[in-house]
T-cell receptor
Framework: GQSLEQPSEVTAVEGAIVQINCTYQ??????LSWYQQHDGGAPTFLSY????GLEETGRFSSFLSRSDSYGYLLLQELQMKDSASYFC??????????FGTGTLLAVQP | DAEITQSPRHKITETGRQVTLACHQT?????MFWYRQDLGHGLRLIHY???????NKGEVSDGYSVSRSNTEDLPLTLESAASSQTSVYFC?????????????FGPGTRLTVL
């Protein structure tokens, strides 16, 4: 089967750096995606990693290690507006995504 | 601009009633998905479609059905609503580019079954 694990909650202060980890078990792995969801809103795409290494998009970076079945999302220069839930998701040979249960990030002043 | 919409945004119904949730996308994506989101469970896939006349069951499909008669729409039907189906429902569409699936989500429908 397929499964993903990520922490349920993370707390950090404004201006800090936070890392949200994701470990997965899946067959036919293509890539790891990250989505952000603000309370009451729709999930929105943040990043995608198919190859090992770090992908940077502004304040957000995402890392993948295929050999370790592990990835993380790194958020720098945290802002209050970054308070949200963050989901990792794996994609395989089909066009489906399997989502983790999400990490609730609370940014404190 | 392309978008994906859902209606209604909020729905209250009674146990045993049939309910249909609408999803409409103007991205011209072949792939469409229905998820439900409950506390502690993240996003769970209900049904999905890879194109017109194609439908497939996801991990939590019991009690739900979909049909795909055109590219733009994938309505989700609850045949006989149950209290366990109280949830927030999200529709999404996607296209695969270079192996990457980016899903675009609708605003969600909050369904309450009394």
């Amino acid at each position: 089967g397929q499964s993903l694990e990520q922490p349920s909650e993370v707390t950090a202060v404004e201006g800090a750096i936070v890392q949200i980890n994701c470990t997965y078990q899946t067959s036919g792995f293509y890539g790891l995606s990250w989505y952000q969801q603000h309370d009451g809103g729709a999930p929105t795409f943040l990043s995608y990693n198919a190859l090992d290494g770090l992908e940077e998009t502004g304040r957000f970076s995402s890392f993948l290690s295929r050999s370790d079945s592990y990835g993380y999302l790194l958020l720098q220069e945290l802002q209050m507006k970054d308070s949200a839930s963050y989901f990792c998701a794996v994609s395989g040979a089909t066009n489906k995504l399997i989502f983790g249960t999400g990490t609730l990030l609370a940014v404190q002043p | 601009d392309a978008e994906i919409t859902q209606s209604p945004r909020h729905k209250i119904t009674e146990t045993g009633r049939q309910v249909t949730l609408a999803c409409h996308q103007t991205w011209n994506h072949n792939n469409m998905f229905w998820y439900r989101q409950d506390l502690g469970h993240g996003l769970r896939l209900i049904h999905y479609s890879y194109g017109v006349q194609d439908t497939n069951k996801g991990e939590v499909s019991d009690g739900y059905s979909v049909s795909r008669s055109n590219t733009e729409d994938l309505p989700l039907t609850l045949e006989s609503a149950a209290s366990s189906q109280t949830s927030v429902y999200f529709c999404a569409s996607s296209t695969r580019t270079s192996g990457q699936d980016t899903q675009y989500f609708g605003p969600g429908t909050r369904l309450t079954v009394l």
